[in-house]
């Protein structure tokens, strides 16, 4: 018999977090943030965000939709929803070294809304960042800002499309199937190509947002204060 709640094996969030790359990772990411299935780190999930809905989910799948059942057992399932209950909120009791006020002042200034947004301001090019700093805690948000290689979603992985007249697109790539190619470009404009029209498309380079190694030590408490303190609507 299932225990009665999650929240019992909260010290099993470990052992589910191993479970997770096993299990899970495929679909949803090695951090939970999502790919071919749904990211989940927002904690909110359209089946459900109760204990009692993520291990249905997690233990027996969701009919009609490519969530399948997980063929874990039932200790294993309550291990998987500690973890993804922990990835939700993984910011929430952090305390930040830095000014978040002054945060913001860096952010503007480096120029960071040309490619991400905050309350449907900014760009799409990167990630929202609205409740970044509920689902991502502070050393993962610091090396994002200096180590922009180290863990990228795959939607937001950068792709280079060669046409056959010589152009060259960079940008993220939206879609692809056999006949054609749909891509966000550096400047936020949505862009589809036939493939027979294609040279090449290339995968050089993980990232498009380049590492601020170059802002000060305070800068960079200031900016990682600032977007951890952003928690989306609440």
Same mark, same amino acid.
């Given at each position: 018999?299932?225990?009665?709640?999650?929240?019992?094996?909260?010290?099993?969030?470990?052992?589910?977090?191993?479970l997770?790359?096993?299990?899970?990772?495929?679909?949803h990411?090695?951090?939970?943030?999502?790919?071919?299935?749904?990211?989940?780190?927002?904690?909110?999930?359209?089946?459900?965000?109760?204990?009692?809905?993520?291990?249905?989910?997690?233990?027996?799948?969701?009919?009609?939709?490519?969530?399948? !059942?997980?063929?874990?057992?039932?200790?294993? %399932?309550?291990?998987?929803? +500690?973890?993804?209950? @922990? /990835?939700?909120? #993984? =910011?929430a009791?952090?305390?930040?070294?830095?000014? !978040?006020?002054?945060?913001?002042?860096?952010? %503007?200034?480096?120029?960071? +809304?040309?490619?991400? @947004? /905050?309350?449907? #301001? =900014?760009?799409?090019?990167?990630?929202?960042?609205?409740?970044?700093?509920?689902?991502?805690?502070?050393?993962?948000?610091?090396?994002?800002?200096?180590?922009?290689?180290?863990?990228?979603?795959?939607?937001?992985?950068?792709?280079?499309?060669?046409?056959?007249?010589?152009?060259?697109i960079?940008?993220?790539?939206?879609?692809?199937?056999?006949?054609?190619?749909?891509?966000?470009?550096?400047?936020?404009?949505l862009?589809?190509?036939?493939?027979?029209?294609?040279?090449?498309?290339?995968?050089?380079?993980?990232?498009?947002?380049?590492?601020?190694?170059?802002?000060?030590?305070?800068?960079?408490?200031?900016?990682?204060?600032?977007?951890?303190?952003?928690?989306?609507?609440?």
């Open positions: 018999m299932p225990y009665a709640a999650a929240q019992q094996h909260t010290a099993g969030a470990a052992d589910g977090a191993a997770f790359q096993t299990y899970c990772a495929y679909c990411g090695s951090h939970g943030e999502g790919g071919r299935g749904a990211d989940l780190t927002t904690g909110e999930y359209q089946h459900g965000s109760s204990d009692n809905d993520l291990f249905s989910t997690i233990r027996y799948g969701v009919r009609g939709t490519e969530m399948p !059942a997980t063929g874990v057992n039932d200790d294993e %399932a309550w291990k998987l929803v +500690a973890f993804v209950k @922990s /990835i939700g909120s #993984q =910011g009791k952090e305390v930040a070294p830095g000014d !978040a006020g002054a945060g913001k002042q860096v952010y %503007a200034r480096s120029g960071c +809304a040309s490619c991400h @947004s /905050i309350d449907k #301001q =900014g760009g799409a090019i990167g990630p929202d960042l609205s409740d970044v700093g509920r689902r991502r805690n502070l050393k993962y948000i610091e090396e994002s800002i200096v180590k922009p290689d180290a863990d990228i979603p795959v939607q937001y992985r950068a792709i280079q499309v060669v046409t056959k007249s010589g152009q060259t960079n940008g993220i790539r939206l879609n692809e199937d056999d006949i054609s190619i749909q891509v966000r470009d550096l400047d936020d404009n862009r589809s190509f036939l493939k027979a029209d294609i040279r090449e498309i290339r995968h050089d380079k993980p990232s498009l947002m380049p590492s601020y190694t170059s802002l000060s030590r305070k800068d960079l408490d200031d900016l990682v204060s600032y977007l951890h303190s952003l928690r989306g609507a609440q």
